[in-house]
Protein backbone atom coordinates (compact mmCIF):
# COMPACT_ATOMS: atom_id res chain seq x y z
CA UNK A 1 0.00 0.00 0.00
CA UNK A 2 1.14 3.95 -0.70
CA UNK A 3 -0.20 6.87 0.80
CA UNK A 4 1.02 10.31 -1.07
CA UNK A 5 0.78 13.18 0.95
CA UNK A 6 0.04 16.96 -0.79
CA UNK A 7 -1.11 20.71 -0.11
CA UNK A 8 1.33 21.59 2.63
CA UNK A 9 3.20 25.01 2.14
CA UNK A 10 3.65 28.84 3.62
CA UNK A 11 0.77 30.28 5.04
CA UNK A 12 0.44 33.25 7.20
CA UNK A 13 -0.29 33.11 11.04
CA UNK A 14 -4.79 32.73 10.66
CA UNK A 15 -4.55 31.25 7.07
CA UNK A 16 -5.80 27.79 5.98
CA UNK A 17 -4.31 25.00 3.87
CA UNK A 18 -6.09 21.75 3.09
CA UNK A 19 -3.95 18.53 2.88
CA UNK A 20 -4.84 15.62 0.72
CA UNK A 21 -3.72 12.19 1.34
CA UNK A 22 -4.23 9.41 -1.75
CA UNK A 23 -4.22 5.70 -1.22
CA UNK A 24 -3.67 3.02 -3.45
CA UNK A 25 -2.80 -1.15 -3.14
CA UNK A 26 -5.06 -1.39 0.09
CA UNK A 27 -8.53 -1.46 0.84
CA UNK A 28 -9.08 2.04 1.64
CA UNK A 29 -12.81 2.27 2.38
CA UNK A 30 -11.80 -0.15 5.64
CA UNK A 31 -9.13 1.72 6.93
CA UNK A 32 -9.48 4.03 9.65
CA UNK A 33 -7.06 7.35 8.41
CA UNK A 34 -5.31 9.82 10.75
CA UNK A 35 -3.29 12.80 10.32
CA UNK A 36 -0.33 13.45 12.18
CA UNK A 37 2.39 16.09 12.74
CA UNK A 38 6.04 16.60 13.84
CA UNK A 39 7.11 19.78 14.97
CA UNK A 40 11.06 20.11 14.59
CA UNK A 41 12.50 18.59 17.87
CA UNK A 42 9.33 17.04 19.26
CA UNK A 43 7.54 13.41 18.87
CA UNK A 44 5.23 12.88 16.44
CA UNK A 45 1.51 13.76 17.19
CA UNK A 46 -2.00 12.56 16.52
CA UNK A 47 -3.78 15.25 14.81
CA UNK A 48 -7.10 13.56 13.48
CA UNK A 49 -8.19 10.73 12.69
CA UNK A 50 -11.75 9.44 10.68
CA UNK A 51 -13.20 5.71 10.52
CA UNK A 52 -13.36 3.53 7.71
CA UNK A 53 -16.97 4.94 6.73
CA UNK A 54 -16.55 8.37 7.97
CA UNK A 55 -19.16 8.36 10.39
CA UNK A 56 -16.97 8.93 13.18
CA UNK A 57 -14.16 11.86 13.74
CA UNK A 58 -11.30 12.45 16.63
CA UNK A 59 -9.42 15.20 16.91
CA UNK A 60 -6.58 16.67 19.21
CA UNK A 61 -7.34 19.19 21.93
CA UNK A 62 -4.98 21.97 20.25
CA UNK A 63 -6.63 21.51 16.87
CA UNK A 64 -10.58 20.98 17.93
CA UNK A 65 -12.86 23.54 16.48
CA UNK A 66 -10.03 24.85 13.46
CA UNK A 67 -9.20 21.29 11.82
CA UNK A 68 -11.44 19.09 10.50
CA UNK A 69 -10.89 15.59 8.46
CA UNK A 70 -12.95 14.12 6.21
CA UNK A 71 -12.81 11.35 3.32
CA UNK A 72 -13.69 10.33 0.09
CA UNK A 73 -13.68 6.71 -0.30
CA UNK A 74 -14.82 6.90 -3.70
CA UNK A 75 -11.60 8.83 -4.68
CA UNK A 76 -9.08 7.11 -2.20
CA UNK A 77 -8.73 10.31 -0.64
CA UNK A 78 -8.60 11.50 3.00
CA UNK A 79 -8.72 15.20 3.63
CA UNK A 80 -7.45 17.48 6.76
CA UNK A 81 -9.06 20.91 6.55
CA UNK A 82 -6.84 23.56 8.66
CA UNK A 83 -8.30 27.08 9.77
CA UNK A 84 -6.64 29.90 11.87
CA UNK A 85 -3.39 27.88 12.13
CA UNK A 86 -0.87 28.58 14.71
CA UNK A 87 2.77 30.00 13.90
CA UNK A 88 3.47 26.32 16.65
CA UNK A 89 2.09 24.51 14.06
CA UNK A 90 4.71 24.20 11.58
CA UNK A 91 5.41 20.80 10.97
CA UNK A 92 5.38 17.84 8.68
CA UNK A 93 2.23 16.66 8.14
CA UNK A 94 1.79 12.78 7.65
CA UNK A 95 -1.23 10.49 6.68
CA UNK A 96 -1.39 7.20 8.11
CA UNK A 97 -3.96 3.94 6.82
CA UNK A 98 -4.28 1.19 9.95
CA UNK A 99 -6.64 -1.81 8.65
CA UNK A 100 -6.66 -5.54 8.74
CA UNK A 101 -6.30 -8.10 5.71
CA UNK A 102 -6.31 -11.92 6.33
CA UNK A 103 -6.44 -11.38 10.10
CA UNK A 104 -3.10 -9.22 9.94
CA UNK A 105 -3.15 -5.75 11.22
CA UNK A 106 -1.58 -3.31 8.90
CA UNK A 107 -0.27 0.16 9.33
CA UNK A 108 0.83 2.35 6.25
CA UNK A 109 2.55 6.27 6.47
CA UNK A 110 3.00 8.47 3.50
CA UNK A 111 6.08 10.27 2.93
CA UNK A 112 4.81 13.55 4.76
CA UNK A 113 3.93 17.03 3.70
CA UNK A 114 5.51 20.11 5.17
CA UNK A 115 3.60 23.37 6.16
CA UNK A 116 5.30 26.27 7.79
CA UNK A 117 3.03 28.61 9.35
CA UNK A 118 5.07 32.00 9.29
CA UNK A 119 4.53 35.99 8.83
Known amino acids: GQLVESGGGLVQPGGSLRLSCVASGFAFSSSTMSWYRQAPGKERELVAS????????DYADSVKGRFTISRDNGKNTVYLQMNSLKLEETAVYYC?????????????WGQGTRVSVSS
Open 96 to 108: RAAYWYSAQYYVR
Open 50 to 57: ITSNGGST
